[in-house]
T-cell receptor, first 114, second 114 residues
């Protein structure tokens, strides 16, 4: 079965700092990769996704992620964070043999100080 | 985009009673829906996959008799927490995959068992 690891559980940054959240998965076949964000008191929202093609994908609100197949990674980045980016971020994987099932990473709680 | 409506958003029940949570796909048909449970400071854990017209598929460690899932139509799946206990208090989220827009999540249900 596939698993997803997010290495940073809590991240605290000042506004304008750059962000990179790590995500690694354990499945050697075809994968679809996602990053979701959960703002305080709100439901999960899709930030970006990768299915195929250009491994550098751009999402909403200035986020991007790079799929590096050799490293089984899909790290999330943002050049300059804002206070409004304070939220919890989840990496998720749909492996080719898992039907429609998503496996989530443990989540990273980001706090951006104004 | 696709919309998944989850109801109720919050429920408080007495220990020993049952609670039903509804998950509806509003503008698409979902033959498969997913139920997740989010523990405090932890990620979403898949509880079960709800299949329209057939039995749900439960993940290891999830009690089938406690968490009853019914997917009677292409737009509605229900999760019933039977004989609820305080340890069942949690945040439950449903999800469905729209072929046009991908995964969409309900807004979640916070269950508190007193």
């Amino acid at each position: 079965a596939q698993s997803v690891s997010q290495h940073n559980h809590h991240v605290i940054l000042s506004e304008a700092a750059s962000l990179e959240l790590g995500c690694n998965y354990s499945y050697g076949g075809t994968v679809n990769l996602f990053w979701y964000v959960q703002y305080p008191g709100q439901h999960l929202q899709l930030l970006l996704k990768y299915f195929s093609g250009d491994p550098l994908v751009k999402g909403i609100k200035g986020f991007e992620a790079e799929f590096i197949k050799s490293k089984f990674s899909f790290n999330l980045r943002k050049p300059s964070v804002q206070w409004s980016d304070t939220a919890e971020y989840f990496c998720a994987v749909n492996a080719g043999n898992a039907g429609n099932m998503l496996t989530f990473g443990g989540g990273t709680r980001l706090m951006v100080k104004p | 985009g696709a919309v998944v409506s989850q109801h109720p958003s919050r429920v408080i029940c007495k220990s020993g009673t049952s609670v039903k949570i509804e998950c509806r796909s509003l503008d698409f048909q979902a033959t498969t829906m997913f139920w997740y449970r989010q523990f405090p400071k932890k990620s979403l854990m898949l509880m079960a996959t709800s299949n329209e017209g057939s039995k749900a598929t439960y993940e290891q460690g999830v009690e089938k008799d406690k968490f009853l899932i019914n997917h009677a139509s292409l737009t509605l799946s229900t999760l019933t927490v039977t004989s609820a206990h305080p340890e069942d208090s949690s945040f439950y989220i449903c999800s469905a995959r729209d072929p046009r827009y991908g995964y969409t999540f309900g807004s979640g249900t916070r269950l508190t068992v007193v």
